[in-house]
């Protein structure tokens, strides 16, 4: 290494004064050359960190966001299986009935059948099956209406329909109104 350096320093001395200045000129600008290809190249490094880092920065929002949406939730959950585990275990049946009793006239209602399973270990499914016949559709969308706007935490899981032969205008249904309550310990 010495020695090629050496050997460069002694064909640099033997150059007249004009072609020093010609390789000195050519040293300046591939100097400044590389440095420009170098600093650019850390440049645009940094400006793909900078995006990458906004992009992860607005994922981890993103996350927290939902963590906090997830949360909330869980909470209104619990709040509500919590509500629904210390009433009594014919509630469901007892209000789908006063709701029924007030959509319907009491001949038209057929059956009503509570039934109850466990939904893992935590959760217990409350339902009560109704078969009502000969409604109209504006009383079986009333009483719709009624289990799903109830304070009650309750919903319509199933429903089925059948056009009587006999009226056009009336029809059977088969619903099914279910409620989720935390399991007894």
Excluded: C
Aim: no cysteine; aromatic share 6%.
């Amino acid at each position: 290494m010495n020695r090629s350096l050496a050997n460069l320093q002694h064909v640099y001395a033997r150059l007249a004064p004009r072609e020093r200045l010609f390789v000195a000129v050519g040293a300046a600008a591939f100097s400044l050359v590389v440095a420009f290809v170098v600093i650019h190249g850390v440049e645009s490094a940094k400006t793909r960190l900078r995006s990458g880092i906004d992009a992860k920065e607005r994922q981890l929002e993103r996350v927290q966001a939902l963590r906090a949406e997830y949360l909330e939730l869980k909470q209104r959950g619990d709040d509500l299986t919590a509500k629904n585990a210390d009433r009594s275990p014919n509630w469901l049946y007892s209000t789908l009935e006063a709701l029924l009793k007030k959509n319907l006239s009491r001949d038209k209602i057929h059956s009503m059948d509570p039934s109850s399973k466990p939904i893992g270990d935590r959760y217990v499914e409350d339902s009560v099956n109704v078969e009502v016949l000969g409604v109209t559709l504006p009383q079986i969308v009333a009483l719709l209406y009624e289990v799903e706007q109830s304070s009650d935490p309750m919903h319509v899981s199933r429903l089925q329909m059948k056009k009587r032969v006999s009226g056009p205008y009336q029809f059977d249904v088969v619903l099914s109104v279910s409620s989720i309550k935390a399991a007894s310990s």
